[in-house]
């Protein structure tokens, strides 16, 4: 069955450090790829998005991902992490015709000063 | 570009009353739209999908008759909820695409209370 799974349920970091959030799918083709974050109480913004080409993408608020054909993964990257970067992140993958999304169960990313 | 709006962004209603949440793009032509519910700390639950002038499309397990779904034009979607009830409570997302398909755009979600 297709599936998005996100490991980590919650990440610490501290300001200023570097970010890694995981994502891997289940896909016997390659899917479209996004990693969303949310505010608490608020709707999703799309951070970046991967539906073909260069596999390392670029998105807003400094945030980058990968994609490894190989591992299945999107894995979520910042260099530096902000306050303002805690957040609930949703990775979502759209495999079929359909357009739907399947979203991962989230990572709940803390910020420690 | 590409904002989704929802309102209300808040309603707390009475067992056995019915709530109507509208779900609009205000800067493109949504071709679909979809419908999510989340739990606290949890993931999107996608209830439905909606292309305008069709019926919804609806996710196993979700009840049409009690989420009623409308998508009479390309800026507009609305979802009812009958009878609500308070495990009904929740926070609803809507999202919107354009007919290129695949990126979703999200509303700021409403929070549905019911006592």
């Known amino acids: 069955a297709q599936s998005v799974t996100q490991p980590d349920i919650h990440i610490t970091v501290s300001e200023g450090a570097s970010l890694e959030l995981r994502c891997n799918y289940s896909y016997g083709a390659t899917p479209y790829l996004f990693w969303y974050v949310q505010s608490p109480g608020q709707g999703l913004q799309l951070l970046l998005k991967?539906?073909?080409?260069?596999?390392l993408v670029q998105g807003i608020k400094g945030f980058e991902a990968e994609f490894k054909r190989s591992q299945s993964s999107f894995n979520l990257r910042k260099p530096s992490v902000h306050w303002s970067d805690a957040a609930e992140y949703f990775c979502a993958v759209g495999m079929d015709s359909s357009y739907k999304l399947i979203f991962g169960s989230g990572t709940r990313l803390l910020v420690r000063p | 570009g590409a904002v989704v709006s929802q309102h209300p962004s808040r309603v707390i209603c009475k067992s056995g009353t019915s709530v109507k949440i509208e779900c609009r793009s205000l800067d493109f032509q949504a071709t679909t739209m979809f419908w999510y519910r989340q739990f606290p700390k949890k993931s999107l639950m996608l209830m439905a999908t909606s292309n305008e002038g069709s019926k919804a499309t609806y996710e196993q397990g979700v009840e049409k008759d009690k989420f009623l779904i409308n998508h009479a034009s390309l800026t507009l979607s609305t979802l009812t909820v009958t009878s609500a009830h308070p495990e009904d409570s929740s926070f609803y997302i809507c999202s919107a695409s354009t007919i290129t398909g695949y990126e979703q755009y999200f509303g700021p979600g409403t929070r549905l209370t019911v006592t």
């Open positions: 991967y539906f073909s080409g260069d596999t």
